[in-house]
């Protein structure tokens, strides 16, 4: 066992025998390296990364290449989950120096954490054009011992340039109309009208810009944006992205088409397309929609739920397929042979139709990812579910992927508010219980006293490492989602403590935003990122929730936080719309007011009204729910009863509308401002 044997990183922990001398990240490698006289070798991944672990078992495992790292080197490895910090100062300096980045990472650093040489995955011999990792580690040997004045040199331009990207704010002011056209205008261009989806291959689960689409749908009442929400979701629910027995989505499609995807299954993701389809649902009634939020539930409380009540970060890409070997995709994947085994000549035939499944494949050896193609026609719906049903015992019986137990703050944020709203909006009380209790976790695990979040946690027992920016943001979205859903107003207070340690440890003196606090670590430079990626940025997520809790609170310092940090969006909505996403569905939100709705009374009638407010499309509308004169919301204060009956006030822009006990004139003050 290395250094790596007492880690709470499930990742680091695949590591833990491997023959080479890792380190974790912290001072004390650094000075070993700093006494040996030696570089660092600094390797970054998550449990998850099919890549990750093709170089671990050709290169980590290997004893030569261990042992040559051991006498050359010090060697960090780092979950990129539990260190997003570390990660993005270093794919940075990737990314500026190769034109591209990815996972594994393989960075070079000086005894002052100084980058000098970069890569990603390294074979174990020559290979594309790409050397060997054996060549990489002695030519970074050979430079360290003969050219250290040059390392040197290197290193410190590359910190320099590094210092340089701090990003300036800009005007300030959020994004009005005409910015959120042109964003609009920027998707039409690149969306793909054949297959859906935006670009080409790989294709990634746009989840936040279809939020913004939906958004800008119900305030603008501009169709175009609402079609290319709709189709998007149905190509990704019908592609081999989706899993067709299991609900839930792999992370992305590696072709345009989304037929094949890379296989593993990411809390986050599932998280926000979860809320995505259940708000597509809202604005549709879309059938495929309700069931897609409802099965993606469904997987992240089977499959990802934790004994402790949290949701564990992913499902490997990887499996064992029945030989030992481990191979992508092994456990999703079928061969018409396979559905004959299981199911028999003739249902095999009716289920190779219905999912796609052909002699050639459209996977590798012949077998195929499935899929619910188009034209396969559901004539036959009872027929298909027992098919699909006894596919998925069968499957059941193979060697499962791997879990990746830790829990994380934010990305547990972000499944709350999914789970929390598709469990209101479908009468599925136990969602929002398991939302409730994920919740609950995160406050008696991850939050300490004076309000600040641990990043990570597993087997209840909560990680070393802070909360980053995103963490705040997604999990006070997630307990203000869960306070208009529930009409507990302590869930408001809770995200209210967590916005104001962003206000006062991660907010620059011109409002813009910064990835980590002003106490936390000090590395080659402080992280600051507004770009959404696979999920929200950390400063898209608290200028959300930001502008939330404003609207909940008449919180004039939030509102202005907000804004502030929505300038950004204004800057790059209209030049990068697919990569600030979040941003511009708050954006959205904030054009809109969002909307402060208050239901008083109980009974039926104010649970109708509540069901209503609930579904309500006006983007980012808060809602408060209780009791006339309840202290459990601002927003129920002198907030009386109509004529006796349960009555329902709604305000936006300072100015509120006459209250009223009709759910068909609620309905009508929360559909789009056309």
């Known amino acids: 066992m290395n250094r790596l044997a007492g880690a709470t990183s499930p990742y680091l922990l695949q590591h833990a025998d491997n023959p080479v001398d890792w380190w974790p990240w912290g001072p004390e490698a650094f000075e070993e390296a700093k006494r040996r006289d030696v570089p660092v070798v600094l390797s970054v991944g998550y449990s998850a990364c099919h890549w990750c672990h093709v170089m671990a078992h050709e290169s980590f495992e290997d004893a030569a290449t261990a042992a040559y790292m051991n006498e050359h080197f010090v060697s960090i490895k780092v979950d990129r989950e539990e260190r997003p910090d ?207 939020a409802l099965e993606t539930a469904d997987f992240m409380v089977r499959e990802l739920r934790t004994a402790e009540g949290g949701f564990a970060s992913a499902l490997d890409a990887d499996s064992d397929d029945g030989t030992g070997a481990h191979v992508e995709g092994a456990y999703y994947v079928w061969t018409p042979a396979q559905l004959e085994e299981v199911l028999g000549a003739d249902d095999a035939d009716f289920a190779a139709t219905r999912f796609g499944v052909t002699p050639e494949g459209t996977f590798e050896h012949g077998s195929s990812v499935l899929q619910l193609p188009r034209d396969a026609g559901m004539e036959d719906a009872a027929r298909f579910a027992i098919v699909r049903e006894r596919l998925l015992a069968a499957r059941d019986t193979r060697p499962r992927p791997g879990r990746d137990d830790k829990v994380v703050a934010a990305w547990n944020g972000l499944a709350i508010a999914a789970l929390a709203e598709t469990g209101a909006y479908f009468d599925r009380p136990d969602l929002v219980e398991r939302a409730t209790e994920a919740a609950d976790l995160l406050v008696r695990l991850h939050l300490d006293d004076s309000a600040r979040l641990a990043r990570t946690s597993k087997d209840n027992r909560a990680g070393a490492h802070p909360g980053v920016l995103e963490d705040y943001g997604d999990v006070a979205e997630g307990f203000l989602a869960l306070a208009s859903v529930t009409g507990e107003g302590v869930w408001l207070d809770f995200a209210g403590f967590l916005l104001d340690i962003v206000r006062d440890r991660f907010a620059g003196a011109d409002g813009a935003l910064f990835d980590t606090a002003d106490d936390a670590e000090q590395l080659i430079r402080r992280p600051q990122d507004p770009t959404d990626n696979a999920t929200p940025s950390g400063w898209s997520a608290a200028a959300n929730a930001l502008l939330t809790y404003a609207a909940h609170t008449a919180s004039e310092p939030h509102r202005t936080a907000a804004e502030k940090a929505l300038g950004v969006v204004r800057a790059l909505g209209p030049r990068v719309p697919r990569f600030i996403g979040w941003g511009l569905a708050a954006a959205e939100a904030a054009l809109d007011g969002p909307r402060e709705i208050a239901v008083v009374g109980s009974g039926d009638a104010a649970a109708e009204l509540r069901r209503v407010a ?51 004139e609620l309905a009508a003050l929360l559909g789009a401002a056309r």
């Open 86 to 292: 570390v990660d993005a100062v270093y794919m940075e300096a990737v990314q500026a120096a190769t034109g591209q980045g990815g996972w594994p990472m393989t960075v070079f650093l000086d005894a002052g954490g100084r980058p000098f040489y970069f890569g990603t995955y390294f074979p174990p011999a020559p290979r594309s054009g790409m050397p060997s990792f054996a060549q990489v580690l002695e030519g970074v040997t050979s430079a360290w011992r003969d050219r250290r004045d040059e390392v040197a040199e290197v290193a410190g331009r590359i910190v320099t340039e590094l210092a340089g990207r701090t990003l300036a704010q800009g005007a300030g002011d959020p994004p009005g109309e005409p910015e959120l056209a042109q964003a609009l205008l920027g998707l039409t261009r690149d969306y793909d009208e054949q297959r859906a989806g935006f670009g080409g291959a790989p294709k990634f689960p746009p989840s936040m810009v279809l939020e913004f689409l939906l958004r800008h749908h119900a305030r603008t009442g501009a169709e175009g944006a609402l079609q290319m929400a709709a189709d998007t979701c149905e190509a990704m629910a019908r592609g081999g992205m989706y899993d067709q027995l299991g609900g839930g989505f792999a992370r992305y499609s590696v072709d345009r088409e989304w037929v094949v995807p890379h296989f593993e299954k990411m809390l986050y993701d599932n998280a926000l397309l979860c809320r995505v389809y259940a708000h597509l649902w809202r604005a549709t009634g879309s059938d495929l929609a309700r069931r897609v």
């Open 614 to 664: 609930l579904l309500g499309t006006a983007p980012g509308a808060v809602l408060a729910t209780g009791e006339p004169g309840g202290d459990e919301f601002p927003l129920l204060v002198d907030r009386p009863l109509v004529g006796g009956a349960p009555a329902a006030y709604v305000c936006r822009h300072f100015v509120c509308r006459a209250p009223t006990t009709d759910p068909v």
